[in-house]
T-cell receptor, first 115, second 114 residues
Framework: AQSVSQHNHHVILSEAASLELGCNYS??????LFWYVQYPGQHLQLLLK??????LVKGIKGFEAEFIKSKFSFNLRKPSVQWSDTAEYFC?????????????FGAGTRLAVHP | GAGVSQSPRYKVTKRGQDVALRCDPI?????LYWYRQALGQGPEFLTY????????KSGLPNDRFSAERPEGSISTLTIQRTEQRDSAMYRC????????????FGSGTQLSVL
């Protein structure tokens, strides 16, 4: 079945460590790609998105993600995490074959950053 | 309003009862989405509207689930004859335009069916 896969369900890091969260999708053709974040007690909010152009996109709070079309991947990175990055991170895809407005989410990765 | 508002925040109901979940999107937002999120899973698409028109209801699990947005603003997701498997967080989101560039999510309604 077509899907969005996030490889790590739980990640624990110390402050200043580097972060990479994996995301792969199985839809062919054109896709729009997103990372959403949910901080404890807050709403889901957009972290960054890729529609076209430079495959390396930068988002809020020092996050970036790289679209690698050949690998069907859109991994999220941050060089040095902070305690305040503790949250749940969701990768999401709009497959154009499914219509322009159907946003499909992965299962999420819970990140815990220890001081 | 300032953000997407969902009510109630928590709903506990007995199996077999009907429930209605309300979503009040950001004023002026064209598109409105409903998602369901089970514990340990990502949000699962249910349905969405552009203005008052339901554009895609392919994610509704069965005919006990229905949604409406009669005036292109507030939306109601109704679950008839609830079952325990319906227990989940139900999330509403809205978008300013018809093409999804950014979804604004509400706090969700946590539904528990006993």
């Amino acid at each position: 079945a077509q899907s969005v896969s996030q490889h790590n369900h739980h990640v624990i890091l110390s402050e200043a460590a580097s972060l990479e969260l994996g995301c792969n999708y199985s839809y062919g053709g054109t896709v729009n790609l997103f990372w959403y974040v949910q901080y404890p007690g807050q709403h889901l909010q957009l972290l960054l998105k890729y529609f076209s152009g430079d495959p390396l996109v930068k988002g809020i709070k020092g996050f970036e993600a790289e679209f690698i079309k050949s690998k069907f991947s859109f991994n999220l990175r941050k060089p040095s995490v902070q305690w305040s990055d503790t949250a749940e991170y969701f990768c999401a895809v709009i497959p154009f074959s499914g219509g322009y407005n159907k946003l499909i989410f992965g299962a999420g990765t819970r990140l815990a950053v220890h001081p | 309003g300032a953000g997407v508002s969902q009510s109630p925040r928590y709903k506990v109901t007995k199996r077999g009862q009907d429930v209605a979940l309300r979503c009040d999107p950001i004023s002026g937002h064209v598109s409105l989405y409903w998602y369901r999120q089970a514990l340990g899973q990502g949000p699962e698409f249910l349905t969405y509207f552009n203005y008052e028109a339901q554009q895609d209801k392919s994610g509704l699990p069965n005919d006990r689930f229905s949604a409406e947005r009669p005036e292109g603003s507030i939306s109601t997701l109704t679950i008839q004859r609830t079952e325990q498997r319906d227990s989940a967080m139900y999330r509403c989101a809205s978008s300013p335009g018809q093409v999804v560039e950014k979804l604004f999510f509400g706090s969700g309604t946590q539904l528990s069916v006993l």
